[in-house]
């Protein structure tokens, strides 16, 4: 199981020894920005380190916009505070509703992202707001979507709705840190070249890896979630 995990300032440098925990791990998604206002202390020792360590690294932002000029101002300063460690996925994390339309204000954030530079541009949705924001998934270059069922470290639930990431945790633990940790898995049809930009990938037919991801309601194909992906539904209640 590709194994991933996602950073920010709660996880102190100090505390890591990165050579250990660079060995458990296939990609690190580094938080750069909260919002505008508000840079992640550390996000840049973070990518330093671990691309010392040859891990791939991508970047996410917590976004915040008010209206579509200040996500666009947002998707700005996301841009030059990373674009210099050329990551290889960036991600909005998508988890207030920041303002009325978040559908539009994201869709403004992301296009913004790309007109700037970005090549691969995804959206993380939290789980219980997914429906509400009703975001464009079609424009995204990959979903991420966090639920945790028991929450132990282990993943034993499944997201009601369509996802190339899932976040199964956030309290996992790996060698080279004693704290809790955020992990995800592949949960899609996408393997995890995909994400790193390291090799070619093929992205529209199921593979092994994604398939074996699948713990939870085996009866669910990947190509289910493939089809429920592209038409933006949820999973049936089968799943």
């Not at 990609?27 to 505008?36: A, E, F, H, P, T």
């Not at 707001?129 to 995204?140: G, H, R, S, T």
Request: hydrophobic content about 35%; overall charge negative; some cysteine.
């Amino acid at each position: 199981m590709s194994r991933i995990l996602d950073i920010s300032e709660w996880q102190v440098p100090t505390t890591i020894d990165y050579q250990k925990l660079a060995q458990e791990l296939d990609l690190v998604i580094v938080r750069v920005q909260y919002g505008s206002n508000y840079i992640d202390k550390y996000y840049q020792t973070h990518i330093r380190e671990f691309k010392k360590y040859g891990i791939p690294v991508a970047v996410y932002a917590w976004v915040r916009g008010v209206n579509r000029i200040d996500m666009e101002q947002e998707a700005n300063d996301f841009y030059q505070r990373a674009k210099e460690f050329d990551p290889c996925f960036w991600w909005l994390d998508v988890e207030e509703e920041s303002m009325t339309d978040m559908r539009e204000g994201c869709s403004a954030y992301l296009q913004k992202l790309k007109a700037l530079g970005a090549k691969r541009v995804g959206l993380y949705i939290a789980h219980h707001l997914y429906k509400k924001f009703n975001l464009n998934v079609a424009e995204a270059d990959g979903i991420w979507i966090p639920h945790y069922g028991m929450n132990d470290g282990t993943p034993n639930s499944q997201p009601e709705f369509a996802c190339d990431l899932h976040q199964y945790t956030s309290v996992g633990k790996l060698t080279g840190y004693s704290g809790h940790l955020d992990l995800n898995r592949l949960l899609g049809s996408r393997n995890i070249e995909w994400f790193t930009n390291t090799a070619k990938s093929n992205n529209s037919l199921p593979n092994q890896e994604a398939a074996s991801k699948i713990s939870v309601g085996d009866q669910v194909s990947v190509q289910s979630f493939a089809t429920h992906y592209a038409t933006g539904e949820s999973i049936p209640d089968w799943v």
